[in-house]
């Protein structure tokens, strides 16, 4: 956002969901990896246990071993703070997933909006995204076609005289 002198003008964003079809969509893909990668490690970590406990069988140990009851309350053990870190990781990730997805958003939800006023021919300045945003790059190549299109336009040339017929 541009002031009148053309300074640029800093706006911190308070709404964190600008476009929740595609960020909660985001945010879904991206817990939907984490979910499949927890499970993949979870199993991973029963597989474990289970040959641990084909081992004392193997073994021929007791049923009521130490050597069962130890593995009985190591895998409980495991499974606690698996799940905790699992919930406390997932939750992490959701709120990661939701800052970089409004990153992603934002810069298109801006120049939607840009484009919507320009169409009602109201005059906006120059267009920029806040300094984290992805896509850098779109508002310097659009302010140049603006540029471009008002310098023709002072010329007297008609660029977009075909789409108006």
Known sequence: MSNESGNRVKVKRTKFLINPRFQLRF????????????????????????QMYQEGINLNLPLNHVYFKMIVEQEELMTNIFIITSIVVS???????????????????????YLKCMGQ??????????????????????????????KKEKDGVQIFSEMEK
């Open 91 to 113: 939750i992490l990730l959701f709120v990661f997933g939701i800052l970089l997805s409004h990153r992603v958003a934002g810069p298109f939800v801006k120049l939607n909006n």
């Open 27 to 50: 945010v879904a893909y991206y817990l939907f990896a984490v979910v499949g990668s927890i499970t993949v490690f979870f199993l991973a970590v029963k597989y474990f246990f289970n």
């Open 121 to 150: 021919g109201e005059s906006r300045g120059k267009l920029f995204f806040r300094k984290r945003d992805f896509f850098q790059e779109i508002p310097e190549s659009f302010n140049e076609m603006i540029d471009f299109i008002e």
